[in-house]
């Protein structure tokens, strides 16, 4: 079985640039998240969907952030602008239910200039 | 008080040694636990889920104390492999957000 998988694994972008994160989930899970842990902090929650629907957003920090689940397989989610403190390492996990154990993707390593 | 809580470390032991490390939790109505691995610069794992009764897993035992509101994670004769950062997660009832700690280091030595 194929775990989660992201692209790129790293991205280097210019302040002001646009970048695009995807993310394929397990097949056959609902359930897609999008995490972002800053250097030397926690993991921290982004949002929710269950097949293309958002359930929860809350952990977008502005406007800035888009994220899409398009016929409810993969995701992605677009930074644009970005800015200096949106570096860090992006993590996408998914799961087949709810409150059942979430399995990440490798991350995307992404760096503002 | 930050909702999910863990000792960084590190915490440094010898080959074989039993270590344990601790995450206190701050809302009562969590319901669901799980201990994660992440090695240096790569994605967490799914060590194990926690339950009431307490689980083992071979050399590894969670436990989970309401009362207190904390999760143990117990490692016996530890290996050089074992050598990560263990993430302590907790999903709260009514929320399926799960809320990370920021990880133990455990650094085993020859």
């Known amino acids: 079985e194929a775990g989660v998988t992201q692209f790129p694994s790293h991205s280097v972008i210019e302040k002001g640039q646009t970048v695009t994160l995807r993310c394929d989930p397990i097949?056959?899970?609902?359930?897609l998240y999008w995490y972002r842990r800053v250097m030397g902090k926690e993991i921290k929650f982004l949002l929710h969907f269950v097949k293309e629907s958002k359930q929860d957003e809350s952990g977008m920090p502005n406007n800035r952030f888009l994220a899409e689940r398009t016929g409810g397989t993969y995701s992605t989610l677009k930074v644009q602008p970005a800015e200096l403190e949106d570096s860090g390492v992006y993590f996408c996990a998914s799961s087949q239910g709810r409150n059942q154990p979430q399995h990440f993707g490798d991350g995307t390593r992404l760096s503002i200039l | 008080r930050k909702e999910v809580e863990q000792d960084p470390g590190p915490f440094n032991v010898p080959e074989g040694a039993t270590v344990a490390f601790n995450c206190t939790y701050s809302?009562?109505?969590?319901?669901?636990f799980f201990w994660y691995r992440q090695d240096c610069r790569k994605e967490p794992k799914l060590l194990m889920s926690?339950?009431?009764s307490g689980n083992e897993d071979g050399r590894f035992t969670a436990q989970l104390n309401r009362a207190s509101q904390y999760i143990s994670l117990l490692i016996r004769d530890s290996k050089l492999s074992d050598s990560a950062t263990y993430l302590c997660?907790?999903?709260?009832?009514?929320?399926?957000?799960?809320?990370f700690g920021r990880g133990t280091s455990l650094i085993v030595h020859p």
């Open positions: 809302n009562s109505a969590s319901q669901s």
């Open positions: 926690v339950y009431s």
């Open positions: 997660v907790v999903n709260s009832k009514g929320s399926y957000i799960p809320t």
């Open positions: 097949s056959g899970h609902d359930n």
